[in-house]
């Protein structure tokens, strides 16, 4: 936390006090609806993250707005609301979502995939991988080994981008559907865990999606949000739309 204080002082000295207090302080209150961020003109939107975000989307097209590079899950759906309710404020919107990334993944292609993008709104959801590829033997990692990761992912962007405002989706797993069953916890609730936690370090709006989808359940079964336990059904993906276009106004 420390380095963190050093950074953020130190950002404060080269873009102003204001611009911090405004574009990184001001979702101390995760769960206020005061905390929303403010689409504003111009504003260039990136959903990262793995296979949820990735959702199928063709990898060869790199415009904003594109309908087949935004995919078939969450991020689609909330970008094309977002298009249709701010028409007038020439938004541009990216999904760059890989399928089977963890966090050292998205390190590794950040400055393409990111920082040269130069969003103002950075959406991350990252981890049920950097969990899952470990149980099945591909990764050697930790709930540490992740938080680790992220927050040196998280500095490395608010150094390029201090301006940006950032979200951070919760990973998610509905139990018993297909690959996930009871043996997931509780150690894949120290990964969600370590999510909030940085999410609450870095000001960022923390998406709950284990209780979203938990909730969920009390209406339908897990199958009919999930299609294995992981990747969301037509519906599951209009739920997690739904909810990420709460964070914004």
Known sequence: MSNRRVFLKQSALS?????????????????????????????????????????????????????????????????????????????????????????????????????DIKPNILSILIGVNDYWHKRNGKYEGTAKIYGDQYRKLLDKTLTALPQVKLIIGEPFAVKNVKHVDDSWFPEFAE??????????????LFIPYQSIFDAAEKRNSGAYWTTDGVHTSLAGANLMAESWLECVK
Not at 195 to 204: P, T
Request: with cysteine.
């Open 15 to 115: 873009v102003g006090a204001t611009l911090i207090g405004s574009s990184l302080l001001r979702a101390e209150d995760l769960s206020s609806k005061n905390s929303k961020i403010t689409i504003n003109s111009n504003d260039i939107i990136l959903f990262q993250g793995d296979s949820i975000t990735d959702a199928g989307r063709k990898k060869d097209t790199s415009t904003p707005n594109d309908i087949a590079a935004m995919g078939r899950g969450y991020a689609m759906i909330a970008a094309s609301v977002l298009l249709n309710k701010y028409a007038d404020k020439n938004l541009q919107i990216y999904n760059r979502g890989i399928s089977g990334h963890k966090v050292p993944q998205l390190d590794d292609r950040w400055q393409a995939d990111c920082l």
């Open 191 to 204: 990964y969600q865990k370590v999510a909030r936690d940085i999410a609450k370090e870095y000001k960022a």
